[in-house]
């Protein structure tokens, strides 16, 4: 069995299918959903499927792109639900940052600042977090080493720098997707053995990232299927075990999911 561990089910491209969506994953061995809280106007939807459906768990956060959007009174009329796992997603994202220098780092001030409050957040609530990191390793490891609490968390698509790795030692696992499965995937590719068992866990990402053979497709859970076959290749672990063990992994950081 296989724990999609970030899927964003809350996505209006699965509105008109959401049930046959669940079913396929369900038929595929999928038996657990987490929908990362990344967008506010949206959570609502999140909670929604998650007291809908027995599989379908939840997370309250705000992405780095709506970090001017961040409310934690908004989010923590949520974070008490029974359903709600972990705080996130949450993080820093430098890939689309303004033009003049000025402009930079007032958006950077403002990522680290939501970001630090979310850190201190989870651990002042004993939750895991899921940390969100494009083109900003440096920043995301200083803060996390500085703040995070020992629930540690996931780094959600983790993104192959190695310097990340030194934070399984402080409970963080690492999220692997349909990246894995791209023909342009060589640093994860190679950087992938290195990562410890006891701390890899399956995610889609659906509806983005998805894997090959469907890439330029919707992405939905059903195709963890095709993640864990690339994890089972690289790691020569068999079926059946990668699935079981990550579906653990999973379970042993979102302490929640029953």
């Known amino acids: 069995m296989i724990i999609d561990s970030h899927c964003h089910l809350d996505d209006e491209r699965y509105n008109d ?11 595929q061995g999928v038996e657990k ?22 599989e379908v768990y939840f997370s309250v956060g705000v992405h780095p792109y709506d970090a001017k959007n961040y409310d934690r009174n908004y989010l923590e009329k949520y974070v008490s639900h ?43 609530l004993k939750l895991p977090l899921i940390v969100h990191i494009r083109e900003s390793s440096v920043d995301c490891l200083e803060l996390l080493e500085k703040h995070a609490g020992e629930d540690g968390g996931v780094l959600h698509c983790y993104n192959a720098d190695e ?22 995937a060589k640093k994860l590719i190679n950087v992938y053995p290195k990562i410890p068992n006891d701390k890899l866990i399956i995610e889609t990402d659906a ?10 497709k919707r ?10 076959s690339k994890m089972v290749e690289l790691s ?16 042993r950081l979102f302490t929640k999911i029953r």
């Open 33 to 54: 959903f987490i929908i990362p809280g990344a967008d506010p106007k949206t959570l609502a939807r999140a909670v929604e499927l998650a007291e809908k459906y027995d």
């Open 17 to 27: 299918d959401i049930d046959a969506v669940i079913e396929r994953a369900k038929e």
């Open 236 to 251: 020569a672990i068999e079926q059946d075990r990668l699935e079981s063990m990550t579906t653990n992994n999973t379970k």
């Open 219 to 228: 992405n939905e859970p059903s195709y963890t299927k095709h993640i864990a």
């Open 163 to 184: 310097s990340l790795l030194k934070l399984s030692s402080k409970n963080f696992y690492y999220g692997i997707g349909g990246v894995l499965t791209f023909k342009n």
């Open 82 to 124: 029974v359903k709600c796992v972990a705080i996130g997603e949450c993080g820093l994202d430098y890939f689309r940052l303004p033009e003049s220098e000025e402009a930079i780092e007032i958006e950077k001030k403002l990522q680290k600042e939501v970001f630090i409050d979310q850190i201190l957040w989870a651990k002042e």
């Open 207 to 216: 509806p983005y990232l998805t894997p090959h053979p469907y890439r330029g």
